[in-house]
Nanobody
Framework: QVQLEESGGGLVQPGGSLRLSCAAS????????MGWFRQTPGKEREFVAAISWSGDIPYYADSVKGRFFISRDNAKNTVYLQMNSLKSEDTAVYYC??????????????????WGQGTQVTVSS
């Protein structure tokens, strides 16, 4: 059974930082893009960041570029999202995901077939 489990969410003040982790189990995703998405009530789940299977090419949404940094450790089957300079508009449930197909650039949520349960990030003073 494939599982993705996020951790590291919580409440943080504007300007603060959080680091999200996502540990995969049940299979290895070393050949797949891994991504982070976020969702707020009433809105569609949106792309935040993704990283190539080798971990050397990251992609970011314009809204988080320069503030968020994605990385992965294939030996641990884990992907991370370092979030700095957090803003109130970053408040959302953050989801980790693994792309369905290996060795395919995957930046659209429809390309992701494996999802975690989500972790809440709240940015508020």
């Amino acid at each position: 059974q494939v599982q993705l489990e996020e951790s590291g969410g919580g409440l943080v003040q504007p300007g603060g930082s959080l680091r999200l982790s996502c540990a995969a189990s049940g299979r290895t995703f070393s050949g797949s893009f891994m991504g982070w998405f976020r969702q707020t009530p009433g809105k569609e789940r949106e792309f935040v960041a993704a990283i190539s299977w080798s971990g050397d090419i990251p992609y970011y949404a314009d809204s988080v570029k320069g503030r968020f940094f994605i990385s992965r450790d294939n030996a641990k089957n884990t992907v991370y999202l370092q979030m700095n300079s957090l803003k109130s508009e970053d408040t959302a449930v953050y989801y980790c995901a693994a792309a369905t197909r290996s060795y395919v650039i995957s930046l659209d949520r429809r390309q992701y077939g494996y999802w975690g349960q989500g972790t809440q990030v709240t940015v508020s003073s």
